[in-house]
C-alpha cells in the first residue's frame, strides 16, 4: 500500500573545506552548522574568520570570496524506497549560491548557476551504493567564474557602478558590495536540502481569485498540479480553520481543476483599509493499488490566499500633464506611503521568520502601507510575505536586477525564465504582492552611460540585437510569465519607469535623487520634486549609538575631540565614498553640524534625515487631492532597513532600532495629518498656507486653529480658530486656506517679529474632532480630541535663535492605562527632543524625536521594560542646542 509522502531534512552532519587554501586550518574538513548555511558563517561559527561587521574586518575576510568551497555529508536511504510504499525519491535543492557541482556517489547530478532557483534531482537505483550514500556540493569562486563569462561576451556594452563581474551572475547582486551594504561575496547551501519520498505528489496548487465588480462574489479558481498516478483530489477551502466548502475532483492529465463561488467574502485589504482576510486551501491527492478499492492517501499541500482585487491606474488628468499612477485595492484609490527593502542580513540565511515580523511590523507600526523588495537581493524567504499577509502590508516585487547593463544572451535567458517562472510560481498566491516589476534602475543605464537605444521598438529580436538586450526581460519574458502565472496582479517593466523617459515627473514612477545625489538640492525643495509615484528619495544618517559602536575596534576612544565625520571607521562603515561630505552638505547650512561628540554627531545627522524625510511625506501627501487630482499617489523612501551596522538611508538601523526620521514617517503618513508651508516674500515670510490630509475612508469634521509662539520668551504671539467644523473630504488632502500674517500680529509688538519676517516665531496647526461642547476663541478646547498637530519652524533652523536650556524642559515619568509614558514640558520651543532611557540601548517607544511647544505636554509611550516612575534620573534628552541628563558614558561594545 502506497506511503504519505515524506521528506527527509539533509541539514545536519554536513562538513566543508576549501580547496584552493594552503592553510591547514582552512582545507581540513570542519563541521557546518545546520542548513540552511553560507560560508562565511560556517567559518565564523569555527573562529576561523572575526566577525566582518565588526570594525574594518570586512576588509580581513575578503579571501573567503576568491576560494573554492567544498561541502558534503554522507546519509542513509530510508527503506521502502524504490518499492511500493515510495517509487520515487528526489534530493531538492532549494537554493544553491551560485555556482555550484553536485555529486552524487561520485557521479554528477547537477550543475547550478543562479542562487534564485531550486533544482529537483530524481534518484535513480543505479546512482545508489551499499550503505550510506554520499553527497558533495562544490562551490567556486563567483567573481571569477562571473569574469570568464564576461570575457566571452565581449560584444555587449558591460556598465554598472560596481563589479563588472555580477552582472554576468545569477547571484544576489548586493554581495558585490554597494553604497549600503559590504563586499561579502558568500557561498554555500543558503536553502535547505532534503530528500522527497512518494509515490504521487502535489507539485504546485494554483489559485486565481477573480472578483466581481461590485464585490460581492468571487469564483475562486483552484487549480492542482500532480506528479504521480494518484486519481482524485479533495480540494477543500478553509476560513479561520473552519471548512466552508470542499469538492472531490478527478485528477486529468495530472491536472486538478475547481471553481468554488464565494458570497459576500472577506477581502484582504492592506491594514489602513480594513482586516487582512485570510482563506486556506487544502488539497489531498488518492491513489488506488493493486485490488484494493479503498483510495489511499499520497499527498497533502495547504496554501493561504486573500481574495483582493488591485488595479494599476494610469488616466490621464484633466488639468496637468501626464497620467495618475495609483493602486487600487478592491475599488479603493490608496496613496502608498512606505519604503523600499533590502535584504536584512548580508547572510540572509540566518534571518528568523520572528526577525522578518519584527520588521514588518516595525513598518506597519509606523503607518507604512508599501514595502518594496529593491532588485538588488533576493525574492524574499516566505516568512517575510506571510508577514506581509498577515499584517496588511502591500508589496512592490522588483525582479533582481539592479543597476546595471544586464546581457541577454541565448543562455542567459534559459536561465532568467527558469529564474522568473520559479519565483512567481512560488509567491503568487501571496495576497499582498500587488505589483511584479522588471528591476532597479536598469533604464537609467543607457542614459548615463549614453548607451543609443530606440525605446519605441517592440520587436523582441531588435531588441535583443540592441545595445539595451535586457528590455526582452522587462518587456517581454516578464510580462508574459506574469500575465501567465499572475493574471490578478499588475506588472511594470522597471523602477523608474516613465516611457521614453525613464524617470519623468508626469508618467509612471520616479526615483527623486536631485536631493542627496545629482545637484543635491536643498531638502526643502522636496515640495517641489514629486512625481506620479515617488518610489525612492532618501537621506543619511548615522545609526543608533548603541550600533554606531560597531563600527570601531576594542579600545578605540569614543570621547569628545575628534572629528567623528572624518574618523577612519566611520568613513569605512559608509560605503558611499563621499557620504560623510554629503551630509555636512546638508547638516551645515540647517544646524549647528556638531561631529567632535559621537553622540551629538549621530543626533544631528538623524535630525537632518527627519527633517527631509518630514518636508518630502507632508508634501506629496499634499498632492492627493482627489479624483481626477491624483497628482501623487505614494512616496518610498529608500530605506527601511540595513544588512549589517552603517550608516546609510535606512530609518532603522541593522537591530531593529529606529532612527529619529523612523518617527517622522510614523507621524506624516498617519491617518489624518496638518499640513502649513510659509509663504515667502523675498527673504521674509509674509503668510501660511494650511492644509489637511485625511487618508480614512469616512469624512472628518475638525476645527482648525493656529497658534504662534515666540521662540526666545515662549510667549504667544496670537492664537487663531480658522475653521469650526470643516469637513475633510475622506481620501485625499484638503486646502484650508492662506493666513495672512501681518493681519494677526500686533503693529506695535515690541517683539518685532513683522521686521524680522517671523524667524523667531514657531506656528502650529492643530486639527480638533468637532464637537459641540467644543467652543474656543483663543485656541482649542483641551478637552477636546486632537487629531493632528504640525509644528512649523522657520528655515534654515541655523538662523533661529533657540533658547532653550535644561531649565526649560520638565521630565516626568507617569503611569497611563497604556503603561509608562514620559511627560515632556516646555516654556519654550523645543526643536527634536529624542528621549532615552540609559542603559537600555533597545528601549522602544510609539513617538520620540518630537517638536515641543509651551501649554502642551507630550507622552511618549516607553515600550520596553523596568523603567518605574521616580526613575527619571534615567532619562537622557538631546534636542538641537540642548541637553538634558548630563553627558553619555560612551565605550564600544566589542
Known amino acids: 500500500m502506497a506511503t504519505l509522502r515524506r521528506t527527509v531534512l539533509l541539514d545536519n552532519k554536513w562538513r566543508y573545506r576549501s580547496t584552493t587554501s594552503t592553510e591547514s586550518s582552512i582545507n581540513s574538513w570542519q563541521p557546518s552548522r545546520p542548513l540552511p548555511t553560507e560560508i562565511h558563517l560556517d567559518l565564523l561559527a569555527n573562529n576561523a574568520i572575526p566577525n566582518p561587521f565588526l570594525g574594518k574586518n570586512e576588509s580581513a575576510v575578503h579571501w573567503v570570496g576568491e576560494q573554492t568551497w567544498v561541502y558534503e555529508r554522507d546519509f542513509v536511504i530510508p527503506e521502502g524506497v524504490f518499492g511500493p510504499n515510495y517509487s520515487k525519491v528526489a534530493v531538492v535543492f532549494e537554493g544553491l549560491d551560485t555556482f555550484a557541482t553536485v555529486e552524487l556517489n561520485g557521479h554528477e547530478i547537477l550543475k547550478s548557476d543562479n542562487a534564485f532557483v531550486s533544482h529537483r534531482v530524481e534518484i535513480t537505483q543505479d546512482l545508489l551504493v551499499e550503505g550510506p550514500q554520499h553527497l558533495q556540493i562544490t562551490f567556486e569562486n563567483a567573481e571569477r567564474v562571473g569574469d570568464e563569462e564576461v570575457q566571452k561576451h565581449p560584444e555587449h556594452d558591460w556598465f554598472t557602478f560596481n563589479s563588472i563581474a555580477r552582472l554576468a551572475t545569477r547571484k544576489p547582486q548586493y554581495h558585490y558590495g554597494w553604497d549600503w551594504g559590504p563586499k ?49 483530489a479533495n480540494v477543500t477551502l478553509r476560513r479561520d480553520g473552519v471548512a466552508q466548502q470542499s469538492q472531490v475532483v478527478d485528477i486529468q492529465q495530472n491536472v486538478a481543476r475547481t471553481i468554488f463561488r464565494v458570497q459576500n ?32 492517501l499520497s499527498d497533502h499541500m495547504t496554501k493561504r490566499f486573500g481574495i483582493r482585487k488591485v488595479e494599476l491606474v494610469q488616466n490621464a488628468l484633466p488639468d496637468q500633464e501626464g497620467k495618475t499612477f495609483f493602486f487600487k485595492i478592491n475599488n479603493v484609490p490608496i496613496f502608498a506611503a512606505g519604503s523600499c527593502w533590502i535584504p536584512a542580513d548580508s547572510f540572509v540565511s540566518r ?105 519605441s521598438e517592440s520587436d523582441p529580436d531588435k531588441i535583443l540585437e540592441s545595445n539595451f538586450p535586457a528590455r526582452y526581460f522587462y518587456e517581454h519574458m516578464f510580462p508574459a510569465i506574469c500575465k501567465d502565472l499572475s493574471p490578478d496582479t499588475p506588472y511594470w517593466p522597471g523602477s523608474p519607469f516613465g516611457g521614453d523617459m525613464v524617470n519623468s515627473e508626469h508618467i509612471g514612477d520616479i526615483h527623486q535623487w536631485h536631493v542627496w545625489h545629482l545637484e543635491m538640492f536643498p531638502y526643502q525643495d522636496f515640495p517641489r520634486l514629486a512625481g506620479r509615484f515617488v518610489s525612492e528619495f532618501g537621506m543619511q544618517a548615522l545609526p543608533c549609538l548603541e550600533t554606531a559602536k560597531e563600527f570601531f575596534p576594542p579600545g578605540y576612544s569614543l570621547g569628545r575631540g575628534a572629528d567623528f565625520s572624518k574618523d577612519e571607521f566611520v568613513k569605512w562603515h559608509n560605503k558611499m565614498e563621499d557620504g560623510s561630505e554629503r551630509m555636512a552638505h546638508y547638516g551645515e ?29 507632508r508634501s506629496w501627501r499634499r498632492l492627493w487631492s482627489g479624483p481626477g487630482k491624483e497628482y501623487c499617489a ?181 503611569r497611563h492605562a497604556g503603561g509608562t509614558v514620559v511627560e515632556a514640558a516646555t516654556d519654550v520651543p523645543i526643536k527634536g527632543l529624542l528621549v532615552q532611557v540609559k542603559n537600555d540601548a533597545d528601549a522602544k517607544w510609539d513617538d520620540n524625536g518630537v517638536d515641543l511647544v509651551p501649554g502642551q505636554v507630550a507622552r511618549l509611550k516607553y515600550l520596553g521594560r523596568g523603567l518605574e516612575m521616580g526613575q527619571e534620573d534615567r532619562l537622557h534628552a538631546r534636542w538641537l542646542g540642548g541637553e538634558w541628563g548630563g553627558p553619555q558614558i560612551i565605550r564600544t561594545s566589542l
Open 351 to 455: 534571518i528568523s521568520a520572528q526577525r522578518y515580523r519584527d520588521w514588518i511590523k516595525l513598518a506597519r507600526d509606523s503607518n507604512q502601507v508599501m514595502i518594496r523588495v529593491w532588485g538588488g537581493g533576493i525574492y524574499e524567504h516566505e516568512a517575510f510575505y506571510d508577514a506581509c499577509d498577515e499584517l496588511g502590508i502591500l508589496v512592490w516585487q522588483d525582479f533582481m536586477f539592479a543597476c546595471g547593463n544586464y546581457p541577454a544572451h541565448a543562455e542567459l535567458r534559459r536561465n532568467v525564465a527558469t529564474e522568473a517562472d520559479q519565483n512567481v510560481r512560488l509567491l503568487r498566491h501571496h495576497p499582498s504582492i500587488v505589483l511584479w516589476c522588471g528591476n532597479n534602475e536598469d533604464y537609467a543605464m543607457p542614459l548615463i552611460r549614453q548607451i543609443e537605444y530606440d525605446a
Open 589 to 617: 547650512p540647517n544646524i549647528d553640524f556638531q561631529t567632535t561628540s559621537l553622540p551629538d554627531y549621530i543626533y544631528c545627522t538623524q535630525l537632518i534625515q527627519s527633517e527631509a524625510l518630514s518636508a518630502a511625506y
Open 184 to 232: 561579502l561575496m558568500s557561498c554555500g547551501p543558503w536553502k535547505p536540502i532534503y530528500l522527497d519520498l512518494y509515490n504521487s505528489r502535489v507539485s504546485d496548487v494554483v489559485v486565481h481569485t477573480p472578483l466581481a465588480s461590485d464585490l460581492q462574489y468571487a469564483d475562486v479558481k483552484i487549480e492542482v498540479e500532480i506528479e504521480g498516478p494518484a486519481l482524485q
Open 634 to 814: 505614494g512616496a518610498l523612501v529608500w530605506q527601511l532597513n540595513d544588512c549589517w551596522p552603517v550608516t546609510s538611508w535606512a530609518i532603522a538601523d541593522y537591530y531593529l532600532r529606529p532612527k529619529m526620521s523612523y518617527w517622522a514617517v510614523k507621524r506624516e503618513c498617519a491617518a489624518i495629518t496638518a499640513g502649513v508651508a510659509r509663504v515667502k516674500d523675498g527673504d521674509r515670510t509674509v503668510a501660511l498656507d494650511v492644509w489637511a490630509v485625511n487618508m480614512t475612508l469616512a469624512d472628518a469634521r475638525v476645527d482648525v486653529s493656529i497658534h504662534a509662539w515666540d521662540i526666545v520668551t515662549g510667549c504667544v504671539v496670537f492664537a487663531k480658530q480658522i475653521h469650526k467644523a470643516h469637513v475633510l473630504a475622506k481620501n485625499q488632502s484638503t486646502e484650508l486656506g492662506r493666513l495672512e500674517l501681518d493681519a494677526h500680529v500686533p503693529a506695535d509688538s515690541n517683539l518685532n517679529h513683522r521686521d524680522s519676517g517671523y524667524r523667531d516665531v514657531v506656528f502650529t496647526v492643530r486639527l480638533v474632532e468637532a464637537l459641540p461642547a467644543a467652543n474656543s476663541v483663543a485656541g482649542v478646547d483641551p478637552s477636546a480630541h486632537v487629531l493632528a498637530q504640525t509644528v512649523n519652524f522657520h528655515e534654515p533652523l541655523q538662523e533661529v535663535s533657540f533658547r532653550a536650556r535644561s531649565a526649560n524642559l520638565k521630565l516626568k515619568i507617569a
Open 265 to 296: 467574502p472577506h477581502l484582504w485589504w492592506p491594514f489602513t483599509l480594513g482586516e487582512a482576510s485570510l482563506y486556506e486551501v487544502g488539497v489531498s491527492v488518492y491513489e488506488k493499488i493493486g485490488e484494493s478499492s479503498k483510495p489511499t
